[in-house]
T-cell receptor, first 116, second 112 residues
């Protein structure tokens, strides 16, 4: 398996522009997570899906952020309009449910976003 | 949401030495995981220890869990330069579904 795939790997945009980050989870995984990593705040969970349904979006910073999962093999995280403080590395991760809960998450390589 | 906190924030050792990193958390958990992140890369799962386990080994890694103290430690024995990375603990809070809360990590530097 190719692992979790994210695109683009790097994105540079100007303030006010729309940014769309993409993720393809590992085939067969029924959980998908979006995280944001910054030096100041560390790794923050933004939102996660189970079987394509958003379960917890309490980490989404504000209405400028939205995430969708139209099918089991694709998810997007959109920022509109983008602001310089959105600059961070955004990770997508996927996992599969097993007894006991909280199983291993597999991370993509991340998208490094810079908003000028 | 509660987070694990790693200690120390940074650690520098020489090849062959052992490296110990600690993690403390605040609420009851189902399990605790350790992840590694190489510079510019995604996180990679290292080991998972469940709340009813006290110690677990995987190759050169040894993890302990003390639920009474709400703490865990990760020991890397006979370290190598390739172990240079950031190490994160992640807790699966018992009422949070399958979401994980990550600490800010320990940055480990292993010099030849």
């Amino acid at each position: 398996d190719a692992g979790v795939i994210q695109s683009p790997r790097h994105e540079v945009t100007e303030m006010g522009q729309e940014v769309t980050l993409r993720c393809k989870p590992i085939s067969g995984h029924d959980y998908l997570f979006w995280y944001r990593q910054t030096m100041m705040r560390g790794l923050e969970l933004l939102i996660y899906f189970n079987n394509n349904v958003p379960i917890d979006d309490s980490g989404m910073p504000e209405d400028r952020f939205s995430a969708k999962m139209p099918n089991a093999s694709f998810s997007t995280l959109k920022i509109q309009p983008s602001e310089p403080r959105d600059s961070a590395v955004y990770f997508c991760a996927s996992s599969t449910m097993a007894s006991g809960g909280g199983e291993t998450q597999y991370f993509g390589p991340g998208t490094r976003l810079l908003v000028l | 949401s509660q987070q694990g906190e790693e200690d120390p924030q940074a650690l520098s050792i020489q090849e062959g030495e052992n490296a110990t990193m600690n993690c403390s958390y605040k609420t009851s958990i189902n399990n605790l995981q350790w992840y590694r992140q190489n510079s510019g890369r995604g996180l990679v799962h290292l080991i998972l220890i469940r709340s009813n386990e006290r110690e677990k080994h995987s190759g050169r890694l040894r993890v302990t869990l003390d639920t009474s103290k709400k703490s865990s430690s990760l020991l890397i024995t006979a370290s190598r330069a390739a172990d240079t990375a950031s190490y994160f603990c992640a807790t699966d809070a018992s009422n949070s579904g399958y979401a994980l809360n990550f600490g800010k990590g320990t940055s480990l530097l292993v010099t030849p």
